[in-house]
């Protein structure tokens, strides 16, 4: 099974709704980050969002973005890319 196929069949834990993503949010992001390691998460279609700037604030991987959705990782410590 892909990692795309995997990840589709993950519900979404986060809902980011018309106040757009608060430092509250961010830290319940990190907070399922550290339980799930993996974290999928929805927006509102009139929620504008900046899916590389949410992943960034919460300290997190930015696996992928489809439609209103995007599912982010815990980064690996240790890990660089190059």
């Avoid at 974290?39 to 700037?53: F, G, H, M, P």
């Amino acid at each position: 099974m892909e990692k795309n196929e995997l990840f589709q069949e993950l519900k979404p834990t986060i809902w980011i709704g018309k106040q757009g993503c608060s430092d509250t949010l961010i830290e319940e992001i990190r907070l399922q980050l550290k339980q799930r390691k993996v974290v999928k998460i929805k927006w509102l279609r009139s929620t504008d969002v900046d899916a590389d700037e949410i992943a960034r604030r919460a300290g997190a991987t930015l696996v992928g973005v489809r439609g209103r959705t995007m599912v982010l990782a815990e980064k690996r410590k240790g890990s660089r890319r190059v």
